[in-house]
Structure formats: structure tokens, C-alpha cells
């Protein structure tokens, strides 16, 4: 089965530095990832996501990820980062060969320190 | 209109009660989907509804009953819940075949009492 994995429960950075959230894919055949947000008590928002086409993929609020076939890394990354970010962060594959389910990592909940 | 609306946004109710979950999509999406999510744990996904019609059932208990009356609408059915069933209820909406991401509602937080 499709599986996305973040190995980071979480990750501190503080307001303005550079941050990643870190997700590796195992997926047989092409790969289509995406990242959500998750504020308290609330759905997830879409961010962005990787089907095809350049390894850079820019998203909603700053946020890119780069897709990285060797490594088999999709880390989402923002140059510049704001108290706002903080938030429960979760990477998912679309699992094409199993009801194109949508299929979520264990989350990264990221602070961000002023 | 790109939303997905849940209701309520909170409910308690006890073990014998019958309560249902509302969501209501107008994408024109013809996939919806019910998902579980316990607090800062990844949603689980439950039911996959493609086409008004139940296409996925990930072993859910049967004292969660889904119901999609229309394109639009989706239901959860709640009857004799545990405890345990206490969680945020996340509605999503897409297209059935497309390889593109979900539309997710704001969640019903579910206590049972």
C-alpha cells in the first residue's frame, strides 16, 4: 500500500527563520502528495500538492514543497516563518491502487516562537 | 461556492441516544467522504460514498450508519455510541477518479457521554 511518512512528531523554529516539515512517500508508481494544515479544532486546509511537472511546488500562504524522486522526499518548506504558522501539519499520498483513497501521515505539529 | 459545511459543529449526547451528522457540499463533487479523527492523531478514513453509492467501508462499527440521500448531502447516523466514539468527524468531498486532494468540512466535535 501507498504510505507517507513524518518523522518529526514536531518542530520549533522561531518567527522569520526558515522552516521544513519533513515527509518521505513509499508508493508504488507515481506518486501524487499532498499537505494539509490543521488549525485547533479545526478541518484541514489544503496547501498545495505534487502530481506532475517541476519538482518546486508553491502553495497557499507562503508554504512550498519540494519533490524529491531519489530521495523520496516531499518536505514542505516556508522562507520566512510566522507566529500564524503554528499548526498540526499532515502529508498524504492519493492511494491509486486502493479506492484512490487518501492516505494521511502521523502529523507534525510545528511551533513557531516570536 | 468551494466549501464543505458540517453540522452541527459540536455534539454531546449519551449512550443511548440517535443523533446524526450533516454535511453539504456544491462543487459538484460526486465523492464524499466520512473520517475519524482522535486529538492530534491523523484522520482515519471511514466511509467512501462515489456516486451516492457506498464504495468503501473500512470496518466500521455498525452503530455508525452512513447515508448519502443525493450528490450533495452526506450523513452519519449515530446510534449506541461508547465513550471511546468521542473525536472530531471529518466530512471531505472530491471528484471520484480525479488526482487531486480533498475539500475538507470544519469537523462536528462528538462527545458521548
Known amino acids: 500500500a501507498q504510505s507517507v511518512a513524518q518523522p518529526e512528531d514536531q518542530v520549533n523554529v522561531a518567527e522569520g527563520n526558515p522552516l521544513t516539515v519533513k515527509c518521505t512517500y513509499s508508493?508504488?508508481?507515481?506518486?501524487?502528495l499532498f499537505w494539509y494544515v490543521q488549525y485547533p479544532n479545526r478541518g484541514l486546509q489544503f496547501l498545495l500538492k505534487?502530481?506532475?511537472?517541476?519538482?518546486l511546488v508553491k502553495g497557499s500562504y507562503g508554504f512550498e514543497a519540494e519533490f524529491n524522486k531519489s530521495q523520496t522526499s516531499f518536505h514542505l518548506k516556508k522562507p520566512s516563518a510566522l507566529v500564524s504558522d503554528s499548526a498540526l501539519y499532515f502529508c498524504?499520498?492519493?492511494?491509486?491502487?486502493?479506492?484512490?483513497?487518501?492516505?494521511f501521515g502521523a502529523g507534525t505539529i510545528l511551533r513557531v516562537k516570536s | 461556492d468551494t466549501e464543505v459545511t458540517q453540522t452541527p459543529k459540536h455534539l454531546v449526547m449519551g449512550m443511548t441516544n440517535k443523533k446524526s451528522l450533516k454535511c453539504e457540499q456544491h462543487?459538484?463533487?460526486?465523492?464524499m467522504y466520512w473520517y475519524k479523527q482522535k486529538a492530534k492523531k491523523p484522520p482515519e478514513l471511514m466511509f467512501v460514498?462515489?456516486?451516492?453509492?457506498?464504495?468503501i467501508n473500512e470496518s466500521v462499527p455498525s452503530r455508525f450508519s452512513p447515508e448519502c440521500p443525493n450528490s450533495s448531502l452526506l450523513n452519519l447516523h449515530l446510534h449506541a455510541l461508547q465513550p471511546e466514539d468521542s473525536a472530531l468527524y471529518l466530512c471531505?468531498?472530491?471528484?471520484?477518479?480525479?488526482?487531486?486532494?480533498?475539500?475538507f468540512g470544519s469537523g462536528t466535535r462528538l462527545t458521548v457521554v
Open positions: 460514498y462515489s456516486y451516492e453509492k457506498l464504495s
Open positions: 508508493v508504488s508508481g507515481n506518486p501524487y
Open positions: 498524504a499520498v492519493r492511494d491509486m491502487r486502493n479506492g484512490n483513497k487518501l492516505v
Open positions: 471531505a468531498s472530491s471528484q471520484p477518479d480525479s488526482l487531486y486532494g480533498y475539500t
Open positions: 505534487y502530481i506532475t511537472g517541476d519538482n
Open positions: 462543487m459538484g463533487h460526486r465523492a
